[in-house]
């Protein structure tokens, strides 16, 4: 009983550090809301290896430049 | 270091464990078949920079028709990025995002053009619509009146040209020709034709709830098949099992719960095999197979003929890895096995796809939450079976469809028992799933064509496809397409097949039209398709096509809408919307699935059951009863087991070798093959060689590849090179590379009850190039190539 009261404290000591931490970060003006945006980044972050959709092509695409595309497109 | 941060964390507050990883499963992606997708149904519009027009649209580079966002600015496209809802975020590959350069290529066709000198000369003159329209109309009307309306064939690819929407086969059956051939006929269209001998149905697996799922050789990855391959890992993320079929350890069976390394083209045997297992275990749906299903007794005793050890002899896996992936399947479920083209393609293919049917079935899993689903039709939405008017092309016609006395699955004589069943379960006597249900034979096509058939096919028409590289004997194509009357493509780029038309008329692309997309009444989501940029030079859509065609036939009345957005109007009346309407207020437009249909209405099918033992087949003159064709005895000259028809991350089936971001990852044709067996053949890494067989030669760089099993070559589809030498006799590399040169058609190598060719276990071998000419020829076509 003792220990499932401390994991219901525990969580709720999570969910308000989160908050809290949630809403430092989304001010983003002292350096303590830089750390927190830190910290929420190291949380959230799917590391690269562990991302099934993560993909160079798709996340680094950015369009073509329409002068360069339609250069392409006249042949030159 | 931040890494370990994050495990340390995880591992000890559970609360942030679940926000680690997408691996976990917390992506909000359901499918939109449930109610919990509802939400999820409105545009989400994110505010467009400035000087850019955003439109949501349908992809439509592959068949998964993924739903993405297309940028414009100054009317062009520029880039294509993934749709902004949730529902479908993340669902884009490389193809759709290089395709504002595919498409602005400088050597797309953007003028009619007729042939002026010998057919595959490769002369071409610039004319209008008008003019090519008029002659057009005017020589197949001759055509029809002096060979009769069935020697006009079409083939085509609904996938690429999307608005086809069912109206070519309208034309094609007031004229009174049923010779509409397409690539369906080996991959979708004739599993969903022999699924409903079955059970009257093709249905489609709930990937977001099932707890088990098989892959049977089929191979989704990141960039082909996004979409299902995005489904598969959410669905392992949250526990489901995987159980791979496959002769190689592709990236999902490496990933995989089971791996059954079978041999090429034994997908029948290992499936009986499953169902021994499950039969003699009990551990099918008892109530389901009482209740529903016909034939149980005399199934049982078919598959008493496949003891483990001889599915175990004919798969080359071991007996008691079948026996634990066929428990898996039945006790872990609700399983799906979702559509693979591999089956599709073998000398059992009818059998293979009737046991997968089967497996489905007794197993409980039929339209059931996180089984194989029966969905298609969207109510309030006139389908493109409607559309199609199959109803008014005379018996006596319909029975003239070519290969239906051999090879009758998918065409309409194979289907006709099942007329008054799909009445009364969902309301129209024709309904073509996926385009494949009323098929003529390829195959037979061709021979017709090249004046081996009951009567000759004299005039040809291709929309959107490359039917010299994409069936069976490229050669027997070639010499038919070279006897014909009058040759129209419809087209983007100078294809192999383009190079021998009389006519090549610009195709628009999935840029330059709107669209509206039921995926072909597989699936029951409906998606509207903005229209993003105005099509380039005189580029027209497939719809406007048939318009042109209907009118100068002296027809018009065929096609009486005015445009494809009153068309569409007219498909929607039901929904009481306009498609401006549509488009605006919705991504995606669904009724929640409701399960277990069956019971009000019961099955498709002539009994009304699942007919285990297939009346169908039985009246056709086939074997009801699912069975196995082992191998023909090796040609000595041909000791090596080749497997074709596999596609590559850059390209769709022949389409995309021109794109200069995606041929420099594939630049080459190459052939995978073991270390072992490359030893044993003496040919080394990054070898030019000629692989051949009795029908030909075509030539492939070697790969040695960890993912190969021994004594089996894996052989690329759909090579051509756009820059090489057009015109007969070369057609741009096509005769050097293209697989379908190696792929037969005898009857040792045909599907009885479709026709379809085996691609999954042909044998050839491996020629070294010895002579000095050889290597010579190929300095040259490296440098031409580059």
């Given at each position: ?13 999570i ?20 750390v ?25 695409d950015?369009g073509?430049?329409?002068e ?8 030159q | ?5 994050r ?9 942030l464990?679940g926000?680690?990883s ?38 439509q ?15 062009q ?5 993934s ?6 975020r ?8 290089a395709s504002p350069?595919g498409?602005?290529?400088?050597d797309?066709?953007?003028h009619?053009l ?5 057919r595959?000369s490769n ?11 008029t002659?057009?109309g005017?020589?197949?009307?001759d ?11 079409v ?31 080996l991959?979708a269209?004739?599993?969903?034709a022999?699924n409903?001998?079955?059970?009257g ?5 709930d990937?977001?709830?099932?707890k088990?799922?098989v ?5 989704p990855r ?9 489904y598969?890992r ?5 526990g489901?099992?995987?159980?791979v ?10 990933r995989a ?13 290992m ?9 003699d ?5 008892k109530?389901?197979?009482?209740e ?26 071991d ?5 634990k992936?066929?428990?898996m399947?039945a ?5 799906i096995?979702?559509?693979?083209p ?9 059998s293979?796809i ?10 409980g899993y ?27 092309l005379?018996h ?12 009758p699955?998918y ?10 069943p799909l009445?009364?379960?969902?309301g129209?006597?024709y ?7 009323y ?15 009951p ?7 291709v929309l959107?496809n ?8 490229m050669?027997?194509?070639v010499?038919?397409m070279?006897n014909?009357?009058?040759?129209v ?6 294809t192999?097949t383009?190079?021998?038309a ?19 009444e597989?699936?029951?989501f409906?998606?509207?398709s ?7 030079g005189e ?13 100068a ?13 009153e ?6 009346k039901?929904?009481g919307?306009?498609?401006e ?6 991504d995606v ?5 409701k399960?277990?249909?069956y019971?009000?209405?019961?099955f ?13 087949l ?6 009801p ?5 082992e ?13 074709t028809?596999?596609r ?41 060689v ?5 029908l ?25 090179k ?12 096509a005769?050097?590379?293209?697989d379908?040169?190696l ?13 379809c ?7 050839c ?7 000095k ?14």
């Amino acid at each position: 009983m003792w220990f499932r009261l401390l994991n219901v404290l525990r969580a709720e000591f999570i969910g308000k550090t989160m908050i809290f931490l949630a809403e430092s970060g989304a001010r983003n003006r002292t350096p303590f809301d830089r750390v927190a945006r830190f910290i929420l980044s190291l949380v959230f972050t799917v590391p690269k290896q562990d991302d099934f959709m993560a993909d160079d092509y798709v996340d680094n695409d950015a369009g073509y430049d329409l002068e360069e595309l339609r250069r392409y497109q006249s042949g030159q | 270091m931040q890494e370990r941060f994050r495990d340390r964390k995880a591992a000890k507050i559970p609360a942030l464990a679940g926000l680690r990883s997408r691996e976990e499963g917390k992506m909000p992606a359901p499918m939109p078949i449930g109610e919990e997708a509802l939400e999820f149904t409105k545009p989400v519009i994110r505010d467009a920079r400035k000087g850019v027009v955003s439109k949501r649209t349908l992809c439509q580079t592959c068949d998964m028709q993924c739903s993405v966002v297309t940028e414009s600015v100054d009317g062009q496209v520029v880039r294509v990025r993934s749709s902004d809802n949730p529902l479908f975020r993340d669902h884009i590959c490389m193809k759709a995002i290089a395709s504002p350069k595919g498409f602005a290529h400088p050597d797309r066709i953007l003028h009619p053009l007729k042939r002026v000198g010998e057919r595959g000369s490769n002369k071409w003159e610039r004319v209008t619509w008008e003019e090519a329209m008029t002659d057009i109309g005017a020589r197949l009307s001759d055509i029809v009146e002096k060979y009769g309306p069935e020697s006009w064939a079409v083939s085509t690819s609904p996938w690429n040209t999307a608005t086809d929407h069912g109206l070519g086969r309208r034309l094609m059956n007031h004229v009174g020709s049923p010779n509409w051939i397409s690539g369906v006929a080996l991959c979708a269209g004739n599993t969903a034709a022999v699924n409903r001998l079955t059970y009257g149905w093709f249905p489609l697996g709930d990937f977001h709830s099932t707890k088990c799922i098989v892959l049977i050789g089929h191979n989704p990855r990141r960039h082909s098949w996004t979409m299902i391959y995005n489904y598969i890992r959410l669905a392992q993320a949250r526990g489901a099992k995987l159980i791979v079929l496959d002769p190689r350890k592709s990236s999902s069976a490496s990933r995989a719960d089971i791996h059954l390394p079978l041999k090429a083209g034994s997908d029948a045997a290992m499936l009986f095999g499953w169902l021994k297992v499950i039969i003699d275990e009990e551990l099918y749906d008892k109530k389901f197979v009482e209740e529903w299903c016909e034939g149980f007794e005399e199934l049982r005793e078919r598959v008493n003929e496949f003891p483990l050890e001889r599915v175990a002899k004919l798969t080359g896996c071991d007996p008691e890895m079948i026996a634990k992936a066929a428990r898996m399947y039945a006790t872990e479920g609700p399983s799906i096995i979702p559509w693979t083209p591999i089956t599709d393609m073998q000398r059992n293919s009818t059998s293979g796809i009737r046991l997968q049917s089967i497996l489905r079935a007794i197993c409980g899993y039929l339209d059931v939450r996180g089984g194989d689903t029966f969905q298609g039709l969207v109510s309030g939405v006139v389908p493109d079976s409607v559309v199609e008017m199959h109803e008014v092309l005379p018996h006596e016609q319909k029975m003239k469809q070519l290969g239906n006395e051999d090879h009758p699955a998918y065409t309409y004589r194979g289907q006709e028992a099942l007329r008054e069943p799909l009445k009364r379960v969902w309301g129209h006597e024709y309904i073509n799933q996926v385009l494949g249900c009323y098929m003529a034979n390829p195959p037979a096509v061709f021979k017709a064509m090249a004046g081996e058939g009951p009567y000759p096919v004299k005039a040809f028409f291709v929309l959107g496809n490359n039917p010299v590289m994409s069936y069976s004997n490229m050669n027997r194509i070639v010499k038919g397409m070279m006897n014909q009357e009058l040759i129209v493509v419809h087209e983007h780029f100078m294809t192999p097949t383009a190079q021998l038309a009389d006519y090549i008329l610009p195709g628009d692309t999935w840029h330059e039209r709107p669209w509206l997309s039921d995926l072909f009444e597989w699936i029951g989501f409906l998606r509207p398709s903005e229209q993003s940029a105005e099509p380039m030079g005189e580029a027209k859509s497939t719809w406007e096509f048939w318009k042109l065609l209907a009118n100068a036939m002296g027809k018009p009345e065929i096609v009486p809408w005015n445009d494809i957005y009153e068309f569409y109007d007219y498909r929607l009346k039901g929904l009481g919307k306009t498609f401006e309407e549509f488009c605006e207020t919705t991504d995606v437009h669904f009724e929640p699935i409701k399960y277990r249909k069956y019971e009000e209405t019961g099955f498709a099918t002539p009994s009304g059951k699942v007919e285990l033992k297939s009346s169908i087949l039985e009246d056709l003159g086939f074997d009801p009863l699912p069975y196995f064709r082992e191998d023909p005895p090796m040609p000595p000259e041909y000791p090596l087991m080749m497997f074709t028809g596999v596609r590559e991350d850059p390209y769709f089936q022949t389409g995309g070798r021109h794109i200069p971001e995606m041929r420099a990852r594939s630049p080459e044709p190459r052939a995978y093959i073991s270390a072992k067996t490359a030893k044993e053949w003496n040919v080394e890494h990054d070898e030019w060689v000629d692989v051949s067989n009795e029908l030909g030669s075509i030539r492939l760089q070697i790969e040695i590849h960890d993912s190969m099993p021994d004594d089996l070559l894996r052989v690329p589809h759909g090579w051509w090179k756009p820059e090489m030498e057009k015109g007969a006799g070369k057609l741009s590399g096509a005769l050097k590379y293209s697989d379908a040169q190696l792929a037969r058609d005898d009857s040792d190598y045909l599907d009885q009850e479709q026709g379809c060719p085996h691609l999954k276990g042909i044998p050839c071998r491996i020629n070294r190039l010895n002579t000095k000419r050889d290597e010579e020829r190929l300095d040259e076509d490296v440098v031409s190539a580059a």
